[in-house]
T-cell receptor
């Protein structure tokens, strides 16, 4: 069975600092990988996804993630965060060929001035 | 962008009553929709897959007689929590993929907070 581990439940950073949110997954077959963001009182929004091809994926709002098959990781990065990036971030995986998503527990990113 | 709405956004009910939650795709059609449950500080757990025109598919451990799903049209799926009890209190979220291929982006509703007294 697939599982997703987000190692950090909370990440506080200062504005304009870089940030990395970690995500590891376990699966014995090919997977699709996703990062979603949830702002307060809003639904999850897709930040980026990896289906195939280049392992470095660029998403919205300046975020990017790198798929590392050997380390089964899909860490999310942003070189300089803004206060508006404060939100909950979820990593998710689906087994290739399935639409079902398995989510990690989420990482709460707090950007402080 | 694609929008998925949920109604109501929050509901409080008495133990033993039934509650219906609607999920609508506002600007696209969805033959499949998904229902999730989210506990505080935990991840979203997939409950079931709603299929337009056929029976829903439930994940292991989810009681299909308790969580009734009806996918009445290509833009509407409903989740009815029957004979609700306090342990059913949770945040329920639906999603709909825009497209039919695995990997197509799923769009999420804002969620429904259910509190059972």
């Amino acid at each position: 069975a697939q599982s997703v581990t987000q190692l950090d439940s909370q990440v506080p950073v200062f504005e304009e600092a870089p940030v990395e949110l970690r995500c590891n997954y376990s699966s014995s077959v090919s997977v699709y990988l996703f990062w979603y963001v949830q702002y307060p009182n809003q639904g999850l929004q897709l930040l980026l996804k990896y289906l195939s091809g280049s392992t470095l994926v660029k998403g919205i709002n300046g975020f990017e993630a790198e798929f590392n098959k050997s380390q089964t990781s899909f860490h999310l990065r942003k070189p300089s965060v803004h206060i508006s990036d404060t939100a909950e971030y979820f990593c998710a995986v689906s087994q290739g060929g399935s639409e079902k998503l398995v989510f990690g527990k989420g990482t709460k990113l707090t950007v402080n001035p | 962008g694609a929008v998925v709405s949920q109604h109501p956004s929050w509901v409080i009910c008495k133990s033993g009553t039934s509650v219906k939650i609607e999920c609508r795709s506002l600007d696209f059609q969805a033959t499949t929709m998904f229902w999730y449950r989210q506990f505080p500080k935990q991840s979203l757990m997939l409950m079931a897959t709603s299929n337009e025109g056929s029976k829903a598919t439930y994940e292991q451990g989810v009681e299909k007689d308790k969580f009734l799903i009806n996918h009445a049209s290509l833009t509407l799926s409903t989740l009815t929590v029957t004979s609700a009890h306090p342990e059913d209190s949770s945040f329920y979220i639906c999603s709909a993929p825009r497209g039919v291929r695995p990997g197509d982006t799923q769009y999420f509703g804002p969620g429904t907070r259910l509190t059972v007294l």
